[in-house]
């Protein structure tokens, strides 16, 4: 899959600097930009070229809620795939703590638990080369304590736009039978099971590469489906991922949208024959619990 990388230039009072780029960079998550680093005069984003619309990426700058005394100016250039995943290859990332029992690791930096962490630690190895989904953002947080919250003993998963595959192994690893994941990325189908092996659950897990409409092409409804994607795609995609979802049993856990788009999500679902069971809310981000009534 090819990418952009938006250079963002940011001038403002340095006070500001911070805020400016949290901003920018959290409302660009809602047009389609799945990653971003930092830069010396703001950050780099990264979206799909098919994602890209410059007109949005426009209107959404001159919203920014700031005053004259910001300017955000970008520019666009082909993202150089080697270029881009070197800082993982070289640095990797120091291990995450999603919560006191859940640890997101790569092999070059390992977790140290304390005794406060007890004896039952979920360790997740990720290598997360291309892909999104480390645990440090706050959505996959989010997902990832949505799922330890939940009985998988033996349960079946669906996990859409799978990234680095850490959903399907945090939920593999916490007892679920089996996962079929998908991304469109093909960098990233290929990580998840890259990462599936490195975490001893390539045996019950099938990684397909492809949007949403692969799954007219499975003929199975599961226990529980994931998805951390951006609003626009999850309102596309939810009938399809309904379709695929026990009834009245299953759950669908949704993030990837800022607190203010639940409603829409919730909308979507009640409609689909969902009702929203829970939700939690991580700064602007939020995730949704929901049950299937049908």
Not at 70 to 89: H, M
Not at 199 to 222: C, M, P
Not at 224 to 230: F, G, K, L, P
């Amino acid at each position: 899959m090819k990418y952009y990388e938006v250079d963002f230039n940011i001038d403002c009072p340095a006070d500001l600097k911070g805020d400016v780029c949290d901003v920018v960079a959290a409302l660009a998550g809602g047009i389609g930009f799945e990653s971003f680093t930092d830069t010396s005069h703001g950050i780099c984003g990264y979206v799909q070229q098919q994602d890209f619309d410059a007109s949005q990426l426009d209107a959404m700058l001159a919203q920014l809620p700031f005053g004259d005394d910001v300017s955000v100016s970008y520019k666009v250039l082909p993202a150089d795939e080697a270029d881009w995943n070197a800082p993982w290859e070289k640095e990797g990332f120091e291990p995450i703590w999603v919560d006191s029992q859940l640890v997101v690791h790569d092999g070059k930096h390992l977790p140290h638990p304390t005794p406060e962490h007890g004896d039952d630690i979920i360790q997740i190895e990720i290598d997360a080369k291309l892909a999104f989904g480390t645990g440090n953002h706050e959505t996959t947080r989010l997902m990832c304590n949505a799922l330890t919250g939940l009985h998988l003993d033996g349960k079946t998963i669906l996990d859409c736009g799978t990234g680095t595959g850490i959903l399907s192994i945090v939920a593999l690893k916490k007892g679920a039978a089996r996962a079929v994941a998908y991304d469109i990325d093909d960098w990233s189908a290929i990580n998840a099971m890259h990462n599936a092996v490195l975490n001893h659950v390539d045996s019950r897990i099938t990684v397909y590469q492809g949007d949403a409409s692969i799954l007219d092409n499975i003929d199975e409804q599961f226990d529980v489906v994931v998805a951390n994607i951006n609003r626009n795609i999850l309102l596309a995609d939810m009938p399809r991922m309904h379709q695929h979802l026990r009834p009245q049993e299953g759950i669908l856990l949704l993030s990837g949208f800022y607190a203010d788009d639940a409603p829409l999500l919730e909308e979507q679902a009640l409609a689909l024959g969902m009702t929203k069971v829970d939700e939690w809310v991580d700064k602007d981000w939020a995730c949704l619990k929901m049950k299937n009534e049908k």
